[in-house]
């Protein structure tokens, strides 16, 4: 009996004792945690668009209107010159030349054309062009597009801007029409008219990328208007015109580092071609004020190196000798702070300023030397031709 009661007996005790120890070691259930609410998220203010009024059916499906008052007034430019090049290169080593006692370099001439276009703009025979198409061109042979052909003079030229005023002896020629170029916007619709490569009369469009382009390296003399209208070479001195075909631009350079179109090109606008223009009809050439001095910007750097204090004005980098700016006693390193009680912020508006004013005119300079500031006085020179 006593060894069925200890059968029995010892697996109840060692269950409970089992029972025992899990409770005893058995992670306690935990209460609750409170869930906290998250941060409420910021509350961004949008414009929302208008409704989009219903766009006309019958929208500006075509620029013929516009290409057909313009074109006409847009010519095809040839011109042709005379090139003298030695018989041998070898020629054109002076050092060869002593070596062998040769004086008279024996040459061959030839004959070297080139391409570009032109505008209209008066029944008179004016023709708009740029100074590079026509520079040194021995004959310049004009071409409309109603087939007629015509020699041309060059009534004037002016390199800083890039433009030339020619003239041609025809009767009942068309004539463009012009506008204002500062009424133009960024985003307009513009056609560029002109004959690239010798293709012939073409007509790419575009918009207006960009106005007031300046201190880009190409003229000395900037406010272009940028486009994307394909120009290519033979487009020059051709016409930028806007949707109703009035000129607003001569189209004169690409920016390109392959040499075609990239997407990039300017044309100076019309309110500087007739300012140029006038000035050519005027006196056979465009007169401008010079004081003989070259600038740069202002740079903290510079400030520093030269003991100034702000960033207004700028530096003087070089100076002509005997130049009105030298004569006046200006010295390199001297800051330009004003003209004529104007506040000089950038070498761009020195060369506009000064070029605005007529030779024998004095113009007050302000400028600071180091910790001095100084009053000078110049007399207003004509800028010399390029």
Not at 168 to 193: E, F, K, M, Q, Y
Not at 357 to 384: F, H
Request: glycine share 10%; charged share 15%; aromatic share 4%.
């Amino acid at each position: 009996m006593k060894r069925l009661l200890r059968f029995l007996l010892w697996p109840a005790i060692g269950g409970l004792v089992a029972a025992l120890v899990i409770i005893r070691f058995m992670p306690q259930p935990q209460p609750p945690v409170a869930l906290t609410a998250p941060p409420p998220a910021p509350v961004v203010e949008m414009t929302p668009a208008p409704a989009a009024p219903a766009m006309p059916a019958s929208g500006p499906v075509s620029y013929a209107a516009a290409v057909e008052a313009a074109a006409p007034a847009v010519v095809n430019i040839y011109t042709s010159k005379t090139i003298e090049t030695p018989v041998n290169p070898l020629f054109a080593d002076p050092r060869f030349r002593q070596f062998f006692g040769i004086d008279r370099v024996p040459t061959r001439k030839r004959m070297a054309s080139s391409l570009g276009s032109g505008v209209i703009i008066s029944a008179q025979g004016y023709v708009l062009t740029n100074h590079h198409v026509v520079a040194d061109a021995d004959e310049i042979v004009v071409a409309l597009r109603d087939g007629r052909e015509a020699r041309a003079k060059v009534v004037g030229s002016d390199p800083d801007t890039d433009l030339a005023v020619l003239k041609v002896a025809l009767d009942n020629l068309p004539v463009i029409s012009l506008r204002d170029s500062r009424t133009l916007h960024i985003g307009d619709v513009v056609l560029a008219i002109g004959n690239p490569f010798g293709v012939g009369q073409t007509v790419t469009i575009g918009i207006v990328s960009a106005v007031g382009r300046s201190e880009l390296g190409i003229n000395t003399f900037e406010d272009f208007i940028q486009t994307d209208a394909a120009i290519n070479p033979g487009n020059s001195g051709g016409a930028l015109v806007d949707a109703n075909g009035q000129l607003v631009g001569v189209n004169s350079a690409i920016f390109s580092q392959s040499g075609g179109y990239q997407g990039i090109g300017f044309a100076i606008p019309t309110q500087l071609t007739q300012q140029v223009l006038n000035a050519i009809l005027a006196n056979g050439r465009v007169i401008r004020g010079w004081l003989g001095v070259e600038s740069q910007a202002l740079t903290p750097q510079l400030a520093q190196a030269l003991g100034h204090e702000g960033s207004d004005g700028v530096v003087v980098s070089g100076l002509v000798r005997n130049g009105p700016a030298h004569a006046a006693g200006m010295l390199p390193g001297d800051i330009i702070a004003e003209i004529d009680g104007k506040p000089v912020t950038s070498p761009r508006q020195v060369i506009d300023q000064v070029a605005a004013l007529q030779p024998g005119a004095r113009v007050r300079l302000r400028v600071q030397r180091g910790e001095k500031s100084l009053d000078l006085e110049a007399t207003v020179a004509e800028r010399p031709a390029r």
